[in-house]
């Protein structure tokens, strides 16, 4: 995906970008691919590849919630920074709370926050599963399957908040007997299935609220 086709795409999100988001942006992949050299972020790392697969990515989120909202988020195993950075970028309304496990990852995540200047944003050295506070929106994206993902995932959402599972095809991992275990504990408000343009893999966006 090429500059000028994420501009297009994310046009069809309802999504537009200023000069400043871009440059934000190609910083960021800069930053990125320097860092990509010292620790293990990604194994995706053209410049085409990660406008696709990690940019417009982490920006489908908008599919299933308005992120033009005032709302506070927590990326959690943020990794290299999808979706949080890429959505802070986006939507610098939105107070954001990175969590990783790993430190490194951490300190990489800081130095992102501050040489791209973000501000209501922190990187958080902590699981999931040991932090005490509560979001309007909680998401995570290929950290785990989704059975094991909302024992630490849900006691992060505010009462009227949600999880969002970003996943591939969700087919396989979510099938009838999943879904009607996780139902008995919380509630599926919808799963999204679309596309990626370009290569067209499958994509999967899970929608839930605690009961």
């Known amino acids: 995906m090429t500059k000028e086709e994420f501009i297009t795409e ?13 440059a934000q942006l190609e910083t960021f992949y800069t930053l ?9 972020l990604t194994t995706i790392t053209t410049k085409n ?18 992120l033009t909202k005032n709302l506070t988020l927590c990326d959690v195993g943020s990794g290299a920074g999808f ?5 802070k970028i986006v939507f610098p309304n939105l107070n954001i709370t990175l969590l990783d496990a790993l430190q490194k ?5 800081n130095d992102i926050i501050t040489k791209l200047s973000l501000t209501d944003i922190r990187a958080i050295h902590e699981r999931g599963e040991f932090h005490k506070e509560k979001y309007d929106i909680v998401t995570a994206r290929a950290v785990a399957n989704i059975e094991k993902l909302v024992t630490y ?25 999943v879904q009607n275990k996780l139902s008995s504990k919380y509630k599926i408000v919808s799963i999204e299935t679309f596309t990626l343009p370009i290569e067209n ?7 839930m609220k605690n009961k």
């Open 10 to 22: 994310l046009a069809k999100l309802n999504i537009s970008l200023t000069d400043k988001q871009l």
């Open 32 to 40: 990125l691919i320097e860092w990509n050299d010292k620790i293990n």
């Open 49 to 66: 590849e990660v406008y696709l697969k990690h940019f417009y990515d982490s920006l489908t989120l908008i599919k299933v919630v308005d």
């Open 83 to 87: 979706p949080g950075i890429v959505l």
């Open 105 to 109: 990852r951490v300190t990489y995540l």
């Open 153 to 177: 995932t849900m006691p992060l959402v505010k009462k009227e908040g949600i999880f969002i599972a970003m996943k591939g095809n969700i087919s396989e991992e979510l099938n009838e007997e």
């Open 201 to 207: 893999s499958t994509r999967s966006l899970v929608v």
